[in-house]
Nanobody, 119 residues
């Protein structure tokens, strides 16, 4: 599975961005997709996830109520709608996928997309 993330950019605090993650390759094996982020000098952290064939979603406490994850199964694409952005949301955002039967979590990763929120 190959993942291509896009949609990052520079936005003022309070603004919105929508990230996209398009999957290709052995997409039939995907069980879930997720977004992680890594700010300068910090470890990568979980942001949100969605099951590929069910409506289960999960969010980090820091983004609950502001971010929404969704998917388009026909396009094999996951989205992260980010509203009410804060400067602390500034990070490189990565999408990840987990395949059915994988022995490790999030066994596929895309390249990152930079999100910068100015105060």
């Amino acid at each position: 599975v190959q993942l291509q993330a896009s949609g990052g950019g520079l936005v003022q605090a309070g603004g919105s961005l929508r990230l996209s993650c398009a999957a290709s390759g052995h997409t039939f094996s995907m069980a879930a997709m997720a977004w992680f982020r890594q700010a300068p000098g910090k470890e990568r952290e979980f942001v949100s996830s969605i099951m590929w064939r069910f409506d289960n979603t999960d969010y980090a406490d820091s983004v609950k109520g502001r971010f929404a994850i969704s998917r388009d199964n026909a396009k094999y694409t996951a989205y992260l709608q980010m509203n009410s952005l804060k400067p602390e949301d500034t990070a490189v955002y990565y999408c990840a996928a987990q395949s059915n039967g994988a022995t490790i979590p999030w066994n596929y990763w895309g390249q990152g997309t930079q999100v910068t929120v100015s105060s």
